[in-house]
T-cell receptor, first 112, second 115 residues
């Protein structure tokens, strides 16, 4: 079992709709969770982080965390063509383990 | 606020040659990370430093790979006797210390092609 799992996609969503990206992780002790966006040929850029169960909203983006189910998701409202990218889920396991472990990413395409 | 800087942006080398990459982190960040990414995969952890101390190195990392951060500022990643399988994007990232909240900020990467 991979430490961080994501559906590789591609996921196609019409412009203006809600895009839903999902991620599961295996280490129950994981403490913090990050979503990165990566455009083709570019480096990952941080979108959001979440540490507590529940929802966290930032503009059009909402991160959701359920530690009991070991599940984290990212919702993108009012999807725009510029949101077309690969979305990477990353997990930091805990104190003393500072690295981020990444999933393989989900490729999202917004259809105009 | 200057971001993480990596040099060179691209490197083409022949199999068996040695290569060295440089990373300059964000100035107030004392943690520095190296990752490797191949097409269709997420970044794979290689190693990380806190100041000049190398605190963790991936068990999957060949002994042909070595990284240094001698003065706790910039870092170098050297690959000896390169192989075609080393072709990848090498990403450097930095972060602040002391908080689980600290995200990693990535540089633009060095794309290595081994022919």
């Amino acid at each position: 079992q991979k430490e961080v799992e994501q559906n590789s996609g591609p996921l196609s969503v019409p412009e203006g709709a809600i895009a839903s990206l999902n991620c599961t992780y295996s280490d129950r002790g994981s403490q913090s969770f990050f979503w990165y966006r990566q455009y083709s040929g570019k480096s990952p850029e941080l979108i959001m982080s979440i540490y507590s169960n529940g929802d966290k909203e930032d503009g059009r983006f909402t991160a959701q965390l359920n530690k009991a189910s070991q599940y984290v998701s990212l919702l993108i409202r009012d999807s725009q063509p510029s949101d077309s990218a690969t979305y990477l889920c990353a997990v930091r396991s805990g104190f003393g383990n500072e690295k981020l472990t990444f999933g393989t990413g989900t490729r999202l395409t917004i259809i105009p | 606020d200057t971001g993480v800087s990596q040099n060179p942006r691209h490197k083409i080398t022949k199999r068996g040659q040695n290569v060295t990459f440089r990373c300059d982190p964000i100035s107030e960040h004392n943690r520095l990370y190296w990752y490797r990414q191949t097409l269709g995969q997420g970044p794979e952890f290689l190693t990380y430093f806190q100041n000049e101390a190398q605190l963790e190195k991936s068990r999957l990392l060949s002994d042909r790979f070595s990284a240094e951060r001698p003065k706790g500022s910039f870092s170098t990643l050297e690959i000896q006797r390169t192989e075609q399988g080393d072709s990848a994007m090498y990403l450097c990232a930095s972060s602040r210390t002391g908080s689980m909240d600290s995200p990693l900020h990535f540089g633009n990467g060095t794309r290595l092609t081994v022919t």
